[in-house]
């Protein structure tokens, strides 16, 4: 494998292939994948594809990678217009991802194939490089950033972290498990993301206001 070889075609050149392999793996998945129709449609020979990236595993890999980093840009890029109120903060962080996973359907039946058969050995492989990552850390980082001035000073912000980010993962969760549902139907996966971040808002909501009369707040933990 010759990764610096890729990285020094022009940019455009470098795009082709990447959408070339992604368009077959979210189509196919690892196994029916096949480097013959990649090529093709990149319009590159196969040998170079080779060059390149060594054998069809690899590819696969950087294909994953190309999209963690896009996701990942994508995230700093929101970071830098953020709402001044705390918890609208934390739901745009939120829609802005689920708007871009929509923008990108390839990328969402990419995820599909791979969180689907986890048994499977490459997406085994692929999740074992993610195993010591904390899902939450980059959760954390963003709303640590967001403005505290309307927060409570007698409640722990470690607290608020804590509480925000269980509700984060479970809406997280449920995204996954619902791209598994989908069977790949991206109409499908669209109507349940929307689903899924108003029931975000709502839950958020009642985080912001609370759920006890003001009358009520001095019995809270007694």
Known sequence: MNIEMFERLPQEKQDKIFHAALSEFAAYGFDAASTNRIVKQAG???????????????LFFYVCGKIERDMEEQQIDTRRNLPSDFVEAILYLFERELNYMKSQPKYLQFIHITVSQPLHPV???LAEQHKDEE??????????????EQLRDDIHFEDILHAITFILDSATQRIEKLIIASEGNLDRIEEELNVVFQE????????RYGIYKASSNGAVGS
């Not at 590159?44 to 690899?58: A, C, H, N, R, V």
């Not at 899902?135 to 505290?148: A, L, M, Q």
């Not at 975000?200 to 985080?207: I, M, T, V």
């Open 123 to 125: 997406y085994q492989k």
């Open 135 to 148: 899902p939450t850390v980059e959760i954390k980082k963003f709303i640590s950033g967001i403005s505290r």
């Open 44 to 58: 590159i020979p196969k040998g170079s594809l080779f060059q390149y990236f060594g054998d069809k595993e690899s």
């Open 200 to 207: 975000l808002r709502k839950c958020l909501n009642l985080f």
